[in-house]
Each structure stands twice: as C-alpha cells, then as structure tokens.
C-alpha cells in the first residue's frame, strides 16, 4: 500500500477530545514507544496547548481504522510572527500558519505520508507563508521540508530545555 492509498481525515479544534489520544499515540509509536521518552512524556501538553488555539487544525492519515501518522498547527497571532526576528528583511506578506508537529508511524515512513500529510494540511490555507522548526540535529529532516519549499532562516531554542531548531519558513501554497 502506498500514501496515495490512505485517507486523509480533516479536523478542528472542536475534534480534539475525539482524536487526542489517537495523535498522543502515532506520536509515541513514531517517536519508538518508550513511555518514559522525555519528548513522549511532554507531548500531550503540546497536543492540549495547540488544540486550544481557536483555528487550530489537524490531519491524521489513515490506513482502513488505523491511524499512521499526522499533521497539526494553527495560525500565528497577526503581527507577533516570531520569525521575523531571523530576518534582516522580512517578507512583506505577514499572514503566518505555524507548522508545529508531523508525525509517521515507523512502518510507513519512506512512502510519501509525511509529504501528503503536509500538503493536506497547507494546500488551501488562506496564510501568505508556513514558518516551522526543526532539530538542528536532524539534518534529513530539514532537507525533506526544503524539498517541499521550505528554506532555513535562522534558528531559535522555544523553551529553555528544548534543542537548538532550525526556522524554517515557506511561502503558501507549496510548490
């Protein structure tokens, strides 16, 4: 079965209390099922902090009942875009869709899922640009997200126990 096989569900905020444990699930499965992973530990409160923003929304890949991986962010506050910062000129387009979480179950990596997901969840955004970060550990990663059309612009540590991460931003709709 390929990516193109799956079906990709559309969700809002209001769906949250539905599909949060089904996300808080692909996540630990992809992150390698270890309960005690510090990142495991913590992602429910991400998954509760982004769901309360009021336009969040979520894609989850499915194959038949099972879920195999996910997409999910919202809009930024207008003209708070924290990016900007890592500009010397920043875009004159301002409308920003924070990019915050993908993930893919471990036996369905390599198939396109991360690249359909991510396009299910910015095609036909009204924002002008998509703004992400990524591990600056993991080098494969950003390369996957510039091939989508996301550039590096600099980067930034969100929280004071986070890695270092790579801001990366695109313009919408991806090429």
Same mark, same amino acid.
């Given at each position: 079965?390929?990516?193109?096989?799956?079906?990709? @569900?559309?969700?809002?905020?209001?769906?949250?209390?539905?599909? @949060?444990?089904?996300?808080?699930?692909? &996540?630990?499965?992809?992150?390698?099922?270890?309960?005690?992973?510090?990142?495991?530990?913590?992602?429910?409160?991400?998954?509760?902090?982004?769901? /309360?923003?009021?336009?969040? %929304?979520?894609?989850?890949?499915?194959? /038949?009942?099972?879920?195999?991986?996910?997409?999910?962010?919202?809009?930024?506050?207008?003209?708070?875009?924290?990016?900007?910062?890592?500009?010397?000129?920043?875009?004159?387009?301002? @409308?920003?869709?924070?990019?915050?979480?993908?993930?893919? %179950?471990?036996?369905?990596?390599?198939? /396109?899922? $991360?690249?359909?997901?991510?396009? $299910?969840?910015?095609?036909?955004?009204?924002?002008?640009?998509?703004?992400?970060?990524?591990?600056?550990? &993991?080098?494969?990663?950003?390369?996957?997200?510039? %091939?989508? /059309?996301?550039?590096?612009?600099?980067?930034?540590?969100?929280?004071?126990?986070?890695?270092?991460?790579?801001?990366?931003?695109?313009?919408?709709?991806?090429?």
């Amino acid at each position: 079965m390929s990516a193109a096989d799956l079906d990709v @569900r559309h969700y809002a905020r209001e769906d949250l209390p539905r599909i @949060r444990q089904t996300v808080i699930d692909v &996540h630990a499965e992809a992150r390698g099922g270890d309960p005690d992973d510090e990142v495991t530990r913590k992602f429910p409160w991400f998954v509760d902090h982004w769901g /309360g923003h009021p336009d969040y %929304s979520c894609v989850i890949a499915y194959d /038949g009942d099972e879920a195999v991986g996910f997409a999910y962010g919202a809009p930024s506050t207008p003209r708070r875009e924290w990016w900007r910062d890592c500009l010397d000129r920043a875009p004159v387009k301002s @409308r920003t869709y924070s990019y915050s979480e993908l993930a893919v %179950s471990t036996k369905w990596r390599k198939k /396109g899922v $991360a690249e359909l997901l991510t396009h $299910a969840l910015l095609d036909g955004r009204d924002e002008d640009l998509a703004v992400l970060l990524v591990d600056v550990g &993991h080098p494969r990663v950003r390369a996957l997200y510039e %091939s989508w /059309g996301f550039r590096r612009i600099g980067e930034r540590r969100p929280f004071r126990d986070s890695p270092l991460y790579a801001v990366m931003l695109a313009e919408l709709p991806l090429g």
